[in-house]
């Protein structure tokens, strides 16, 4: 058994506490003890405040090589495709492997123990399968071992361009070439003691309404999170209408995909009746606010649409960015935006969302709290940086939603384990520099 003080800690109520001792053996929480008066002999001590590990519940890990690259000239989201394409047309298992490394190590440093990997990028140039025809999955699931965190593949069906259109170029590479092909490929994956497999639907331009269900009931079936990518962009509600005669969230609810163990990823453009059908059949809304921004996505309904039901998670997506505190206060930022009013989400709501939330989205239900029972998976934030100097007792998690940054964490525990220790990753001692030589030796 391992004994860490918490300087602070948060438990999940709107308040922190002091002096909180938590009691780890093996891989969970034994017991949380707010008020300790004396540490007992050979306690690690974690100053600062503590919260649950943070659950990034949607990313595109390869897309990290993008960040900086692809802001040259203004462009739009369809450019910005352009240039995705191209770094994923140079990937092998071995170099997605090294970039996943450094990326999700990135992650951990950022406090983050959970990550849900949408993960499309599954054969060889024009579409060949690899020998193992998971391979690029595999390399994600063997990167986030090495990193320290959790993983949920969610393996995504991408089959075409749009409704009734082929695909082509880069996009071969993302194709089973039909939903039952797809789902004997990734029936083949199997998770660890850090990783979970998980469906994707990349959305309704990439999967023919006759095969949603067959992802559905795949993901059903299993018990596993499905996760889709919904109403990102205007265009895709025009076609979908065209093509089908109603919104996309219509369409996923007639082939069975919405639901308790579903998650909406950014559900941007959205209509009264689709937040009611979301949030009727308690579907997750993953919210990505620095990609949504960066791509000009637009600002979802998302108050609307927690007010109707619906749990919020969040995500880094395109990895422009890798901070979960920018993400949740970006929730309710660009809501102010949208509605020129303050005060949507309470602090500890954020970061609810932040972590037991994007937790259970990814099916890691037993993690995410600092409870007797759950994963020992917990993170330290210093109080001490310019950001956060002169904060207050009571308002210690304001403070720390509000102002915190990733720099600011110190040390993250994952199964009871520390893989950041001083703001240095224990076993990746470099990661500026392995992240600097997967996406140069990328040609980036």
Do not use: K
């Not at 890990?61 to 203004?74: K, M, N, S, V, W």
């Not at 369809?78 to 191209?86: F, I, Q, S, V």
């Not at 998650?263 to 059908?277: M, Q, Y």
């Amino acid at each position: 058994m391992t004994a860490y003080l918490a300087e602070h800690a948060w438990l999940g109520g709107e308040q922190t506490h002091a002096d909180v001792l938590i009691e780890v053996d093996g891989d969970r929480v034994r017991s949380v003890t707010p008020g300790i008066e004396a540490a007992p002999a050979g306690a690690v001590r974690l100053r600062g405040l503590t919260i649950p590990g943070m659950a990034n519940a949607h990313s595109h890990a390869f897309h990290r090589a993008l960040r900086g690259r692809t802001h040259r000239g203004g462009g739009t989201f369809w450019t910005w495709r352009e240039d995705m394409y191209a770094v994923a047309s140079r990937l092998t298992p071995e170099s997605y492997f090294d970039l996943a490394r450094a990326t999700y190590a990135e992650m951990a440093l950022a406090g983050i123990t959970s990550v849900g990997e949408f993960h499309y990028l599954h054969h060889a140039a024009a579409g060949r399968a690899y020998l193992d025809a998971n391979a690029m999955g595999e390399a994600l699931i063997a990167a986030a071992g090495e990193a320290g965190i959790r993983i949920t593949l969610l393996d995504a069906c991408y089959l075409t361009g749009g409704p009734g259109q082929p695909l082509a170029g880069t996009q071969l590479r993302f194709t089973d070439g039909d939903a039952d092909a797809w789902a004997r490929r990734v029936s083949a994956l199997s998770g660890s003691d850090h990783a979970r497999v998980g469906a994707a639907i990349h959305s309704v331009r990439a999967v023919p309404a006759d095969q949603l269900a067959t992802v559905a009931d795949w993901a059903r079936d299993r018990e596993a999170p499905l996760h889709f990518h919904l109403s990102e962009q205007r265009a895709e509600n025009a076609a979908c209408q065209e093509h089908h005669g109603c919104t996309p969230t219509e369409l996923l609810g007639r082939h069975g995909a919405l639901g308790a163990r579903s998650s909406a990823v950014h559900a941007t453009h959205l209509t009264e009746g689709d937040i009611a059908l979301l949030s009727g059949t308690r579907t997750t809304i993953c919210m990505t606010p620095t990609t949504e921004r960066d791509l000009a996505d637009g600002i979802g309904p998302a108050r609307d649409l927690t007010s109707a039901g619906s749990r919020i998670s969040l995500g880094s997506d395109s990895n422009a960015i890798i901070d979960l505190f920018e993400e949740a206060r970006g929730l309710e930022m660009d809501e102010r935006l949208r509605t020129e009013r303050r005060g949507h989400w309470t602090a500890a709501e954020l970061l609810r969302a932040a972590t037991a939330d994007g937790h259970a989205s990814l099916g890691w239900a037993d993690a995410g709290r600092l409870e007797a029972g759950a994963l020992a998976d917990f993170t330290a934030i210093a109080l001490d940086s310019v950001r956060l100097a002169g904060w207050g007792t009571d308002t210690l998690l304001e403070s720390a939603v509000f102002a915190g940054s990733a720099p600011d964490v110190t040390d993250v525990v994952v199964g009871g384990r520390q893989i950041v220790r001083g703001r240095q990753h224990v076993t990746l001692e470099d990661v500026p520099g392995e992240l600097h030589r997967a996406i140069v030796g990328l040609g980036q």
